[in-house]
Nanobody, 119 residues
Framework: QVQLVESGGGLVQTGGSLRLSCAAS??????MGWFRQAPGKEREFVASIRWTGGTTYYADSVKGRFTLSRDNAKNTAYLQMNSLKPEDTAVYFC??????????????WGQGTQVTVSS
């Protein structure tokens, strides 16, 4: 069982930056990902990172602006979000257990953290 806790969300202006953190009870051997869900919309894939090798994958909508990294010693993953846009506004969730873009492939989820980008 993996417990995940996100932090770092908040309110930021367009063009600003935020860094989200996902602290895990253990990330040992788990690949992990970030998803987001805006009001009235389905949860969508943002990024993921492999446990072995650290290969990262990004949704086209965030490629070049978001960077996912992990510190295995701290059991923490970080999502650095730059050049934020109003359309990035959503609740952001971290998840563990896969690298795919399908939320159903991830067995472990955090509670989410709100990111709001004002125009």
């Amino acid at each position: 069982q993996v417990q995940l806790v996100e932090s770092g969300g908040g309110l930021v202006q367009t063009g600003g930056s935020l860094r989200l953190s996902c602290a895990a009870s253990t990330l040992s051997s788990y690949s992990m990902g970030w998803f987001r869900q805006a009001p009235g919309k389905e949860r969508e894939f943002v990024a993921s990172i492999r446990w072995t090798g650290g290969t990262t994958y990004y949704a086209d909508s965030v490629k070049g602006r978001f960077t996912l990294s992990r510190d295995n010693a701290k059991n923490t993953a970080y999502l650095q979000m730059n050049s934020l846009k109003p359309e990035d506004t959503a609740v952001y969730f971290c998840a563990a257990g896969s690298t795919t873009s399908r939320s159903n492939d991830y067995p472990y989820w955090g509670q989410g953290t709100q990111v709001t980008v004002s125009s």
